[in-house]
T-cell receptor, first 118, second 110 residues
């Protein structure tokens, strides 16, 4: 399977614990995004990378969240001191810029990691 | 006000019906627009890009109205398999992040 993969698919943790999620993008994709999605809402942007550079982090994101993409390939998202409000689906997507009359990109999403904080 | 807003739905339509979804965006500098589809408990997948002149892909037609800052998606001859949540997506430039709307849920009933 050459799509975007995420690990783990499910994570249950107790409040206050740290968790780390991994995303492996499609190999030739230089962009990688992290989103959070809750029931009835669209994906909410968290952060994104171009190669290994983190270009933007949502200002809604607390300092408890950190993401890395050390070699421009896989990425990790860590949440420290988890809270019940962190319970959500965490989606990763990768893309590559397409040159056309208007530059655009299609994002390919992984299956997500569902986090439950008790 | 949210950057991207959509009809709240849900839309429940019979097979064969035509259904239209609207989406409005607040950032007038937005340049790229998309519709994504998300099946229940699945990840979003690109349905179609939206071009300035409007575009059609089979039973699906997307329109963009820059003056009013809205995007529409028309589905003709609805199929049961069209049941999903449709996400409107906007971006300022190809070098910037995109913003997803909250989605509109569609159920096509026999």
């Amino acid at each position: 399977d050459t799509g975007v993969s995420q690990d783990p698919r499910h994570k249950i943790t107790k409040r206050g614990q740290n968790v780390t999620f991994r995303c492996d993008p499609i190999s030739e994709h230089n962009r990688l995004y992290w989103y959070r999605q809750t029931l009835g809402q669209g994906p909410e942007f968290l952060t994104y990378f171009q190669n290994e550079a983190q270009l933007e982090k949502s200002r809604l994101l607390s300092d408890r969240f950190s993401a890395e993409r050390p070699k421009g390939s896989f990425s990790t998202l860590e949440i420290q001191r988890t809270e019940q409000g962190d319970s959500a689906m965490y989606l990763c997507a990768s893309s590559v810029l397409k040159k056309a009359l208007v530059d655009w990109e299609e994002q390919f999403f992984g299956p997500g990691t569902r986090l439950t904080v008790l | 006000r949210k950057e991207v807003e959509q009809d709240p739905g849900p839309f429940n339509v019979p097979e064969g019906a035509t259904v239209a979804f609207n989406c409005t965006y607040s950032n007038s500098a937005s340049q790229s627009f998309f519709w994504y589809r998300q099946d229940c408990r699945k990840e979003p997948k690109l349905l179609m890009s939206v071009y300035s002149s409007g575009n059609e892909d089979g039973r699906f037609t997307a329109q963009l109205n820059r003056a009013s800052q809205y995007i529409s998606l028309l589905i003709r001859d609805s199929k049961l398999s069209d049941s999903a949540t449709y996400l409107c997506v906007c971006g300022v430039t190809s070098y910037d992040k995109v913003i997803f709307g909250p989605g509109t849920s569609l159920s096509v009933i026999p």
